[in-house]
């Protein structure tokens, strides 16, 4: 079944929609994206991303073309047009297409940016847990992570690392110590401890980080924010990583050496049945 999209305004079949060659997204990866879950055909943390999105393009000094509300109501269109009960909503937002290919940024006022939105369709998105085995790859990706950009080519490649490696997902290693995953936030459980890296420009403010600390915090959990290594990885009692697309996800073994029994563990299974069921409650 062909999907309906979204393109500057317009709601259209996927083979009808259209992007310049020109458009900024395409030639120098200029251009921000937000991922939002669809869970009950309602929409979880939207704020938190509609939040974050405004950031991302003052960061980047792109002019924001749409207003929360607007947004929110786009998503909801989509949603509603595409039948999605459970899935995900993509949102991109570029510098636009100026005439002709050019370093130096366009005119605001003459080149209006990009907004595109389109639906995933994930039946069976909030029972499905699939144990994930990590990799340890070099995070050699730009300085400014806390930006949630189109430059995907490297977290890309440490996925095929992976895979290569009979791995299912990478998690990226600088000076010796766990960023972050390839498209998620990581996470060990020591003793009790729930830790995962501090937020700095290192790494993107997973808007279901934000949550799951907030949640595990109500529930008198433990939550040390501080950097990690592979080696306190592989000897946890537990890891775990989060995102919009997989919530909170048990990783089972890291560079080889498994955790536990290799099972997911009690506290990361408790942390999703909480995220669910609170993000579900203030779903819109
Ligand atoms: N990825 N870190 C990185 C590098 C990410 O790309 C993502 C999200 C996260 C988690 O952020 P959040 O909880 O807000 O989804 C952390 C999205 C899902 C993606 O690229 O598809």
């Given at each position: 079944m062909s999907r309906i999209v979204y393109v500057n305004g317009e709601y259209l079949p996927e083979a009808d929609a259209k992007i310049s060659i020109f458009d900024r997204g395409f030639l120098f990866a200029d251009g921000v994206y937000e991922v939002t879950s669809v869970l009950d055909g309602k929409l979880i943390d939207f704020d938190g991303h509609a939040v974050r999105l405004e950031r991302s393009l003052n960061e980047l000094d792109m002019?924001?073309?749409?207003?929360k509300d607007d947004l929110l109501e786009v998503h909801r269109k989509l949603v509603a047009d595409n039948g999605i009960v459970e899935g995900l909503v993509y949102l991109q937002i570029t510098r636009g297409a100026p005439a002709d290919r050019d370093f130096v940024f366009p005119n605001p006022d003459e080149t209006r940016p990009t907004v595109v939105l389109f639906t995933q369709n994930k039946p069976g998105l909030a029972e499905t847990v699939n144990p994930v085995k990590v990799i340890s790859v070099e995070?050699?990706?730009?300085?400014?992570?806390d930006i949630k950009t189109v430059q995907l080519l490297y977290p890309s490649m440490g996925k095929m690392m992976a895979k290569a490696a009979g791995a299912d997902d990478a998690w990226l290693v600088e000076d010796g110590y766990v960023t972050e995953g390839t498209s998620n936030n990581a996470y060990i459980v020591k003793d009790g401890k729930i830790i995962t890296r501090a937020l700095s420009t290192d790494i993107l403010h997973g808007i279901t980080r934000a949550a799951v600390l907030r949640f595990a915090r109500e529930a008198q959990m433990e939550v040390v924010e501080r950097s990690f290594t592979i080696a306190e990885a592989q000897a946890a009692d537990e890891a775990f990583f989060t995102s919009a697309s997989a919530f909170v996800m048990p990783v089972v073994e890291v560079d080889g050496a498994q955790l536990g029994d290799g099972n997911p563990g009690p506290v990361m299974t408790r942390l999703r049945e909480i995220y669910l069921e609170e993000s579900l409650k203030k779903a819109v």
């Amino acid at each position: 079944m062909s999907r309906i999209v979204y393109v500057n305004g317009e709601y259209l079949p996927e083979a009808d929609a259209k992007i310049s060659i020109f458009d900024r997204g395409f030639l120098f990866a200029d251009g921000v994206y937000e991922v939002t879950s669809v869970l009950d055909g309602k929409l979880i943390d939207f704020d938190g991303h509609a939040v974050r999105l405004e950031r991302s393009l003052n960061e980047l000094d792109m002019p924001n073309p749409i207003s929360k509300d607007d947004l929110l109501e786009v998503h909801r269109k989509l949603v509603a047009d595409n039948g999605i009960v459970e899935g995900l909503v993509y949102l991109q937002i570029t510098r636009g297409a100026p005439a002709d290919r050019d370093f130096v940024f366009p005119n605001p006022d003459e080149t209006r940016p990009t907004v595109v939105l389109f639906t995933q369709n994930k039946p069976g998105l909030a029972e499905t847990v699939n144990p994930v085995k990590v990799i340890s790859v070099e995070d050699i990706r730009w300085g400014r992570r806390d930006i949630k950009t189109v430059q995907l080519l490297y977290p890309s490649m440490g996925k095929m690392m992976a895979k290569a490696a009979g791995a299912d997902d990478a998690w990226l290693v600088e000076d010796g110590y766990v960023t972050e995953g390839t498209s998620n936030n990581a996470y060990i459980v020591k003793d009790g401890k729930i830790i995962t890296r501090a937020l700095s420009t290192d790494i993107l403010h997973g808007i279901t980080r934000a949550a799951v600390l907030r949640f595990a915090r109500e529930a008198q959990m433990e939550v040390v924010e501080r950097s990690f290594t592979i080696a306190e990885a592989q000897a946890a009692d537990e890891a775990f990583f989060t995102s919009a697309s997989a919530f909170v996800m048990p990783v089972v073994e890291v560079d080889g050496a498994q955790l536990g029994d290799g099972n997911p563990g009690p506290v990361m299974t408790r942390l999703r049945e909480i995220y669910l069921e609170e993000s579900l409650k203030k779903a819109v």
